[in-house]
């Protein structure tokens, strides 16, 4: 069975400055990984994914996250923050074979002026 | 991209009335479907995976019974709470997943808000 462990329910970051949004997952094979972002009564929107090909991933809105395997991560960065990052983050984890997706317990992150 | 809706987006209802939520997949045909409950402040919770024809697979713990699943198609899956009560006021998310794209991708709706009076 899968786990999705994420470090920290609320980070808080000045405008301008590095977002690091830390994600651990425990699986006996490699996963797809994934960060989603939710805005305040909103669904989930997709940032990036990791099925496997290059481990440094880029996604929407500035945002990258690398899979490194011998740590088991998959943290979330983006080097300027910007106001409307201000959201809760999930990441999460599915197998190949699997159709479901295990989420973690979400990252809240502010962005001070 | 993929988009899937839900309707409503936010219900009020009477403590012992029923609910219908339905999730669509606007531009893609989804062979499965799932439902999410999400509390403030928390993950999501899987409640429950459908696939289109089939009866769906309910998580342990989730009341088949009471949270009805229904995938009649492969661009609508709706869930009817049945017999409300406020304990069952939620946020619920549907998502769905297209035989096309990556494994286990899955492509989010708005969500809708439940409130139970």
């Known amino acids: 069975a899968q786990s999705v462990t994420q470090l920290g329910s609320h980070v808080s970051v000045s405008e301008g400055a590095l977002v690091l949004l830390r994600c651990n997952y425990s699986s006996s094979v490699p996963p797809y990984l994934f960060w989603y972002v939710q805005y305040p009564n909103q669904g989930l929107q997709l940032l990036l994914k990791y099925t496997s090909a290059a481990t440094l991933v880029k996604g929407i809105n500035g945002f990258e996250a690398e899979f490194k395997k011998s740590e088991t991560s998959f943290h979330l960065t983006k080097p300027s923050a910007h106001m409307s990052d201000a959201a809760e983050y999930f990441c999460a984890a599915g197998s190949g074979s699997a159709r479901q997706l295990t989420f973690g317990s979400g990252t809240q992150l502010t962005v001070l002026p | 991209g993929a988009v899937v809706s839900q309707h409503p987006s936010w219900v009020i209802c009477k403590s012992g009335t029923s609910v219908k939520i339905e999730c669509r997949s606007l531009d893609f045909q989804a062979t499965t479907m799932f439902w999410y409950r999400q509390f403030p402040k928390q993950s999501l919770m899987l409640m429950a995976t459908s696939n289109e024809g089939s009866k769906a697979t309910y998580e342990q713990g989730v009341e088949k019974d009471k949270f009805l699943i229904n995938h009649a198609s492969l661009t609508l899956s709706t869930l009817t709470v049945t017999s409300a009560h406020p304990e069952d006021s939620s946020f619920y998310i549907c998502?769905?997943?297209?035989?096309?794209?990556?494994?286990?991708?899955?492509?989010f709706g708005p969500g809708t808000r439940l409130t139970v009076l």
């Open positions: 998502s769905a997943r297209a035989g096309q794209v990556a494994p286990s991708e899955q492509f």
